[in-house]
């Protein structure tokens, strides 16, 4: 009666064992696109799991959606298609038979891209004749009408994508920017066309499929347009598009018995005490956090400069100073102007590197004074952190701001909760409210 059932054999293990289906596997071009849309399918209450990579094992304990985090938005073609190929083959393995190829609401690619060939290739092995391209997300001002897709107010094109350091953004038409990247029609089903519902929409995907129009962009520009085409298109093998569009995906899986009414809830470990804020992002908001934070915690602050010099051991030995029951800050943010002193003194890479290093040795030194809750600020921090932890696997929990959950690990047999922050996100307060989420 649903996909959220005990299915048998697999491949690469010999007897029957148990494992459930996942109702959706998604695959994602960056870690916090993949956090993004896991936080999203999570609020179904429903146990997400958000995997660092494609896993070296095969499918086991999966959940009711299965996200894997790629990092292959700029990397060359034929890598980010066969890193994709290989998790869209873990996925299938794991049971799943719908999938959604999730990259940027600002479409994120150069006319040699990755979001074309990717959802090609995955056409192929899935035997899919038609997917859609939806990177629409209202609610963060990205709307996409008669093909084009807007930023807030501004086309694409003229907004602050177009100087953006790796893929500039110079072209709004999703049509266009398309057509170089893949070898099949791309055609359009515009507002019109979704503002008179899912069978008008279904009408003219069908349409565009009897003339081989394998590609289409599909305008939205509000959660209701969102809605229609997630009922139109749910049955698809392969979706692709933004966070957004998957939104209404967990609700209809319901109705259609895709995902049981009794999927499990997320789990919920219980944790040791200990916490620990380690911070390596300079952006503005994680400088107003730390300052925010600063004034009532115990903080440290790191600079690249002395731990080119003398290495993190004080850093630790302050770290392991502290009393239980607080929750440390350890910080390497800094205000440009200090960045750029310290990028001055030892080239921007180094600084970078070092801070890197120590907040990662820090995580592993907190954990083994029996550190269990760790709070990590700054996308390329999170993953020097992940990476000396050793994630692989993140069980998404209670949202603490918008594309920002708590998520608990296994390290070394030990449950953690982690939190991985990109820069600009949450706000003010986000330290103390993801602390007392936590514990909420
Ligand atoms: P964000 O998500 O805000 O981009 P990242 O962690 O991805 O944050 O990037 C911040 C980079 O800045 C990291 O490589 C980090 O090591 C580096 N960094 C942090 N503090 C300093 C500092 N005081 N001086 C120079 N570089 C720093």
Redesign the pocket.
């Given at each position: 009666f649903t996909s959220w059932k005990r299915h048998g054999q697999n491949s690469n293990r010999p007897g029957p064992r148990l494992m459930a289906a996942p109702a959706l596997g998604v695959i994602a071009d960056d870690f916090t696109g993949a956090t993004d849309i896991a936080g999203l399918l999570a609020r179904a209450g429903v146990q997400v799991s958000l995997r660092l990579g494609v896993p070296e094992h095969p499918p086991e304990d999966t959940a009711a959606f299965e996200v894997i985090a790629l990092k292959c938005r700029t990397a060359p073609v034929t890598d980010a298609v066969a890193e994709c190929r290989a998790a869209l083959a873990w996925l299938r393995d794991a049971g799943a038979e719908r999938f959604f190829w999730k990259y940027c609401s600002t479409f994120d690619s150069t006319p040699a891209g990755n979001i074309g060939p990717v959802a090609e290739a995955l056409m192929d092995d899935l035997g899919a004749g038609q997917t859609i391209y939806c990177p629409a997300f209202p609610e963060n001002g990205r709307a996409i009408f008669m093909g084009n897709l807007f930023v807030g107010q501004q086309l694409l094109s003229e907004s602050p994508m177009k100087d953006h350091p790796l893929t500039p953004m110079r072209d709004s038409n999703l049509q266009r920017l398309l057509a170089p990247q893949t070898t099949r029609p791309v055609g359009l089903a515009d507002r019109l066309t979704v503002a008179h519902g899912e069978a008008a929409l279904q009408r003219r995907l069908a349409e565009l499929r009897d003339a081989g129009t394998a590609h289409v962009v599909v305008d939205a520009v509000a959660d209701g347009d969102l809605q229609i085409i997630a009922n139109a298109c749910s049955g698809m093998p392969l979706l692709t598009g933004g966070s957004a569009v998957a939104m209404p995906l967990p609700a209809i899986y319901r109705r259609d018995g895709v995902l049981a009414v009794d999927a499990p809830p997320p789990r919920r470990p219980a944790l040791a005490s200990g916490a620990v804020i380690l911070s390596?992002?300079?952006?503005a908001m994680?400088n107003a956090q730390v300052a925010a934070y600063r004034s009532n915690a115990p903080s440290f602050r790191l600079d690249?400069v002395t731990l080119a010099e003398s290495g993190v051991a004080s850093a630790i030995d302050w770290l392991n100073g502290q009393a239980d029951g607080t929750a440390p800050l350890i910080y390497?943010?800094?205000q440009l102007d200090?960045?750029q002193h310290?990028?001055a003194t030892l080239g921007a890479e180094r600084?970078?590197q070092l801070?890197?290093a120590a907040l990662a040795e820090l995580a592993l030194a907190a954990f083994g004074s029996g550190v269990r809750r760790f709070v990590v600020a700054?996308?390329?921090?999170s993953g020097a952190v992940a990476r000396s932890l050793g994630l692989t696997r993140l069980d998404i929990g209670a949202e603490i701001a918008p594309g920002v959950p708590w998520t608990f690990a296994v390290v070394d047999g030990e449950d953690v909760a982690v939190t991985l922050k990109?820069?600009n996100f949450g706000t003010r307060d986000f330290f103390t409210i993801a602390m007392a989420r936590l514990e909420g």
């Open positions: 390596g992002s300079c952006s994680t690249p390497a943010t800094a200090e960045v310290a990028q600084a970078g801070v890197e700054g996308g390329e921090t990109s820069g």
